[in-house]
């Protein structure tokens, strides 16, 4: 968040909280930070009546009405007793006194308007001139406990929206309403891809035919691009002794987030949080020989997490996680050209589904921090010039990228790519991770050219990553009008009569046997309804056949997006959607 932006919402938390005191004088302020669309403060009203939504136009037009006399700033620093004879019976701002008086820091007390708040301080310093009243807006009201600990007394949380500008207020507002009608939860269930059951528990979604065709489809392109590149398949079980853990150091990272898994024997068992432990073992299995390198694993498979049911959201956050994960055992010489490989795979896999243009995705380059090279577990010389291999091929290959300093995890420098979504959200979605950390620690070795025994570098990848996740970004991304290739049904054939239906399944047999998916809708509903249904199912196409085309052995052919339609011959018709496939 700019700063002077976050000094904005700061200071509007503030001016929040001087309305709602003069409306409601036995309110008791606790606190009220900026975030990053505008800022909120928690209030307790136990001792009297507390604002609803109603209310929110009323305190709105209030704070407007203040920031007029909020001229100026001034603060002061006081002891601890001076602070709590300002908060006489606020139970919680006692509390943070307390906190900040044990730990020996300064107490400041910040007016404005005649309004004096604890703070640290961060506001603007003329908030009349500085704030721009018209872009800001009260936004909703919610429940918080006190310090987010369901134990402490709920709180009213006022939620306020605040930019520098009215059109950047109006523009979020925007994408938001834009959002909600393309949240995925929504046309998922509308479009029929995925459902959750109360008995197999929440964060565990099930996928429908229509679904799991998707599912297939995004794994099926990415095999069938990264083939030419050596990628072998291989299976792993979804479960496994915690010794695996134990070893690659993963037992401690993931603590509560692991399923555990109760068998016959002593032996403790867990379900797997990540596949890349087990992929060493399939390495480890031979004697490896330089000339064998790069290996390079590919599976999709789930992963387990024990993900707080408070935050599952939908497929966006899930505990059964469909991985495209592959991994790669090389030499340092080898990463470079490995990266380059894996970048290649994500640019022709966005490229078939038109995300991959000039300002709609950015690439994160993390690297170690130069200024604490400590945070790097390994060889510093591996660590270097790996660096420096990302950023040329970063270079090489004309990426838009930004070097983040001090990002990368300590086992090793990442590029991650960040795409924007249809309505600007940007989506973490391929990556290519190096690793330095784990084949040493499960003891991979390989024979160099010398006889030497060497460690191989590891190269964690992800084309599209979580397939959830992924899904949830592609139904929001089109808002449910998927490209031709990856519609699990791509034309719906509608005969005007039924005099047309032999014709119209002599088309339908025709494009099947072309491996296209269509649904024939020879019901006896009028035609109206049935291209309602197929817009609504957001079909890519729809055929109409009625007495010309039947005579002329023709089809009409209709789009989603253009609403243009043409008449072609079944020969032409094929042609045309084959080239649109393959993208
Ligand atoms: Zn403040
Ligand atoms: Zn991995």
């Not at 019976?89 to 007016?111: D, R």
């Not at 001139?129 to 369901?150: H, S």
């Not at 992963?303 to 939908?314: H, S």
């Not at 990368?408 to 979504?421: C, H, N, S, V």
Request: proline share 4%; net charge negative.
């Amino acid at each position: 968040m700019e700063q002077s932006l976050e000094h904005k919402r700061h200071t509007l938390a503030h001016l929040l909280a001087a309305a709602v005191l003069q409306k409601y004088p036995h309110a008791k302020l606790t606190l009220g930070p900026a975030v990053d669309n505008g800022f909120y403060y928690d209030i307790d009203f136990s001792a009297g009546e507390a604002p609803g939504d109603a209310d929110l136009k009323g305190l709105q037009k209030d704070m407007k009405k203040l920031l007029n006399k909020w001229t100026e700033f001034t603060h002061k620093e006081v002891t601890a007793d001076e602070a709590r004879a300002a908060f006489p019976g606020n139970q919680f701002k006692l509390e943070l006194i307390s906190e900040i008086e044990a730990k020996g820091e300064p107490i400041t007390l910040y007016t404005c308007g005649g309004f004096t708040d604890l703070c640290r301080g961060g506001h603007c310093e003329h908030p009349n001139k500085d704030i721009n009243a018209d872009a800001f807006k009260l936004d909703k009201i919610a429940g918080a406990y006190w310090r987010g600990d369901e134990k402490n007394p709920m709180l009213t949380r006022l939620y306020g929206l605040a930019f520098d500008t009215t059109e950047e207020l109006e523009a979020y507002e925007t994408q938001q309403a834009e959002a909600k009608a393309r949240d995925h939860r929504k046309l998922g269930k509308e479009l029929d891809l995925f459902t959750f059951s109360d008995l197999v528990g929440p964060g565990l979604p099930l996928f429908t035919p229509k679904g799991t065709l998707m599912r297939d489809l995004i794994v099926e392109k990415i095999m069938q691009i990264q083939a030419k590149y050596g990628y072998q398949k291989v299976t792993i079980p979804h479960i496994t002794k915690s010794d695996l853990y134990k070893t690659s150091g993963h037992w401690e990272k993931f603590g509560d987030e692991l399923f555990k898994v109760k068998g016959q024997s002593d032996a403790e068992f867990v379900m797997k949080p990540m596949n890349c432990p087990h992929h060493t073992q399939i390495f480890d299995a031979q004697p490896r020989s330089y000339k064998e390198l790069p290996i390079r694993y590919a599976e999709t498979t789930m992963v387990y997490r024990d993900e707080q049911a408070g935050e599952l959201i939908g497929l966006s956050r899930v505990r059964s996680i469909t991985q495209d994960d592959g991994h790669v055992f090389c030499t340092v010489d080898q990463i470079e050209q490995e990266v380059e490989n894996i970048v290649n795979v994500i640019k022709e896999f966005y490229t078939a589904l038109g995300m991959y243009e000039d300002g709609k995705f950015w690439v994160s380059l993390s690297v170690s921090d130069p200024n604490d090279p400590s945070g790097r577990l390994g060889d510093d010389a591996v660590w270097d010039k790996a660096e420096g291999t990302l950023e040329a091929v970063a270079k090489r290959l004309d990426l838009p990228y930004k070097r983040v300093e001090g990002e990368a995890a300590f086992y090793g420098p990442k590029i991650d790519f960040m795409f924007y979504d249809a309505i600007g959200r940007e989506r973490q979605l391929g990556t290519a991770q190096l690793d330095f950390v784990m084949p040493s620690r499960f003891g991979l070795e390989y024979t160099d050219s010398e006889g030497q025994k060497q460690t191989p570098v590891m190269i964690h990848r992800a084309i599209a990553g979580s397939l959830e996740r992924f899904m949830a970004v592609m139904i929001e991304h089109f808002a449910g009008k998927f490209p031709l290739w990856l519609s699990p049904v791509q034309m719906a054939i509608i005969p005007v009569a039924d005099a047309h239906n032999a014709y119209a399944a002599e088309v339908a047999a025709a494009l099947r046997a072309a491996a296209f998916r269509v649904e024939l809708d020879s019901s006896k509903d009028s035609m109206g309804k049935k291209i309602r249904a197929a817009k609504q199912a957001k079909l890519p196409y729809f055929i109409v056949i009625g007495d010309k085309e039947a005579e002329a052995r023709s089809v009409t052919l209709e789009s989603r997006d253009t609403e243009h339609s043409e008449t072609l011959t079944l020969e032409e018709l094929l042609v045309k959607l084959s080239a649109e496939v393959n993208v």
